[in-house]
Structures are given as structure tokens and as C-alpha cells.
């Protein structure tokens, strides 16, 4: 399905909005740069996850709320600690736990006992939990075919491999002061 007409002019309006509010605060001249690669990679994912959102809400899942992606988002929270979760995230584990329990409330996780450590908890998907991560994927399926339509076997395929390579680049972990370094990846249990 085509991204909706509000969706699809929302990411230049927020590229034209962000770019205004740069010149605002750094005095540069009326004449516009090129929007910062920032800004050029924030506007599709803020319309993506503002179409996934709006799907999974149309496929009953009324009770997700946007924030509350960020727990489900890959490779989801299931076999997870809340530590974890929140790395995943990019937030700290304070901010991830309210939306890890409105998530438990309405049924889509649990918590259980993390059998490595007793102190700690393991987050698992129920089963209703289960049915909103496969409408998900759909959903992303459906999306990733879009833009492959719009643009494209070809420029899918470039435009890929090159966000595969800038996630390398920009996934490096600098060293830490005993040179060593240290994964961001979440650990991940059953």
C-alpha cells in the first residue's frame, strides 16, 4: 500500500521545518543548503513508523502506542532483560520500563525469572504478543515492497547496501580506556 498522501509530503515539510529552524539558529543565509544527512535519514523513518503505527492500529491493536515501538522494534524484546531492551532502544532503562509495562498490562509481554541470574527478569512475548510482532513484519514487508516499487529493483539495491554500510560506520564502539571494546548488541536468552 502507498504510503498516504499526509505521510508522503510530511517528510519534506519536517525536512523544510528542521532545515528553517538550523538557519534560525545559526544565522546561515536565506539561500538553503542541502538538508543535513541527519534530517535525510530521520523523515522516512519518523514516516515509516508513523505507517506502521497507523496499521497496526487498523489491525486492532488500538492499545500500541507510538513510543511503545521502540521495545518492539528488531529484533524485539522476546528472551530479553530490561537492560537490553533499553540499549536496543538507544534509552536508558528508567525510560524503557513504563513502556515495557503498559506493554505487559495489555497482555503482549510477560516477565519472567532470568534462570542465569536470579536478581533479574527475562521479558518473553505472549501469544498475543506473538500475533502483533507477525502483523509487524507484515507490515514492514509491505513497506520495504513499497519502496522497492517506487524506486526500483536497482535503487532498492543501492540504497541498501549503502545504509548497510553507514550503519557499519556509524556502529563503530570507540575503545574504552583499557583499549578494549564493547559490543552495543542486546544478549539475548530464551
Known amino acids: ?9 510530511a517528510p519534506q515539510q519536517l525536512v523544510n ?10 544565522d546561515v543565509s536565506s539561500e538553503q543548503p542541502p538538508p543535513m544527512l541527519g534530517i535525510l535519514l530521520r523523515a522516512p523513518w ?3 513508523r ?13 492499545d ?9 522494534q528488531w529484533p524485539g524484546p522476546d528472551g530479553m532483560r530490561a537492560i537490553d531492551v533499553a540499549a536496543n532502544a538507544s534509552m536508558s532503562k528508567q525510560a524503557v520500563k513504563p513502556l515495557i509495562d503498559h506493554l505487559e498490562e495489555r497482555g503482549y509481554l510477560e516477565r519472567g525469572p532470568d534462570p542465569d541470574d536470579h536478581r533479574a527478569q527475562r ?7 506473538q500475533r502483533l510482532m507477525a502483523a509487524a513484519r507484515a507490515i514492514i514487508t509491505e513497506i520495504d515492497q513499497d519502496i ?20 557499519t560506520i556509524t556502529s563503530h564502539t570507540p575503545p574504552s580506556a583499557d583499549g578494549t571494546r564493547r559490543s552495543k548488541r542486546p544478549r539475548r536468552r530464551r
Do not use: W, Y
Open 1 to 9: 500500500m502507498p504510503l498516504p498522501v499526509a505521510l508522503a509530503s
Open 17 to 26: 521545518m528542521c532545515t528553517d529552524m538550523v538557519h534560525m539558529l545559526t
Open 46 to 48: 519518523q514516516a515509516i
Open 50 to 62: 508513523a505507517r506502521i503505527h497507523a496499521e497496526l492500529v487498523a489491525a486492532g491493536f488500538s
Open 64 to 72: 500500541v502506542r507510538p513510543r511503545d515501538l521502540a521495545v518492539l
Open 123 to 129: 521479558i518473553h512475548t505472549t501469544a498475543r504478543g
Open 148 to 167: 522497492e516499487q517506487h524506486l526500483g529493483p536497482s535503487k532498492n539495491a543501492q540504497l541498501r547496501a549503502i545504509l548497510a554500510e553507514l550503519a
